[in-house]
């Protein structure tokens, strides 16, 4: 007796069950993209009912300028290229464009290509708004009249502007992530130096106001300061 081969459409109702539990939407598609299966997360966050997704063309709910970049990972998937994640733009029910993550699972190659993905619209516009905020704030410390430096809470220097450069004749790209503030103070007075920074009696804590000091510049001379 011949025991026919199990189908993609066994093994996907072999692991539905798993698929559904997901809290990510789950298209399954073959090497043309046609839509095998999709679980209840995916239609509940594109809006689309079974019967609108289920064998139609995964490219077909993409927005155009997504459409030929999903076709060729897709066929570099099912030749056995390594995609793991990717971004694609994907037409929700309502009209508008998602922007979602898709991440690539070839459990079911070479008959098909599990896609899990989410909504990343929001996680996208705030790192667009967190970015536009640092490069408002770097403009602004390159600009100050000031000599601005800034350390993390191991004193390795994360900002240092071009006035800082100038008073100690440092570039800034040997001196950010490369020293310490401490090493801009002579040896004798870092520990007296650190304590003033970690307490309040010179202003808030990490930061020094209305204190003159000295600090070692690139040649090895001592500059004034005021803070």
């Not at 007796?1 to 073959?30: A, C, K, W």
């Not at 043309?32 to 019967?51: C, M, P, R, W």
């Not at 190659?109 to 704030?137: Q, V």
Request: aromatic share 10%.
């Amino acid at each position: 007796m011949n025991l026919l081969s199990p189908t993609i459409e066994d093994h996907i109702r072999q692991y539905s069950d798993f698929f559904e539990h997901s809290h990510e939407g789950i298209f399954v598609i073959d090497k043309d993209g046609k839509i095998l299966f999709a679980n209840h997360a995916g239609l509940l966050v594109t809006q689309y009912s079974h019967e609108e997704v289920i064998t139609h063309s995964f490219y077909d709910f993409l927005s155009l300028k997504s459409v030929q970049q999903a076709k060729t990972i897709v066929a570099g998937l099912f030749q056995g290229q390594d995609i793991f994640e990717f971004d694609l733009f994907f037409h929700h029910k309502d009209s508008h464009e998602m922007n979602i993550s898709v991440q690539t699972n070839g459990f079911f190659l070479p008959l098909a290509m599990i896609l899990n993905f989410r909504d990343i619209a929001e996680s996208r516009a705030m790192e667009k708004e967190l970015l536009t905020t640092k490069e408002f704030l770097e403009k602004l410390i390159d600009n100050s009249v000031d000599a601005i430096a800034a350390s993390d809470m191991d004193g390795n220097i994360v900002v240092f502007n071009k006035v800082a450069e100038e008073i100690t004749g440092y570039k800034a790209s040997r001196v950010i992530e490369i020293k310490k503030i401490q090493d801009f103070v002579p040896k004798k007075k870092v520990l007296v130096f650190l304590s003033k920074l970690k307490s309040h009696e010179h202003g808030p804590f990490g930061k020094l106001v209305s204190l003159r000091e000295e600090i070692i510049t690139v040649s090895g001379e001592l500059a004034p300061v005021s803070f």
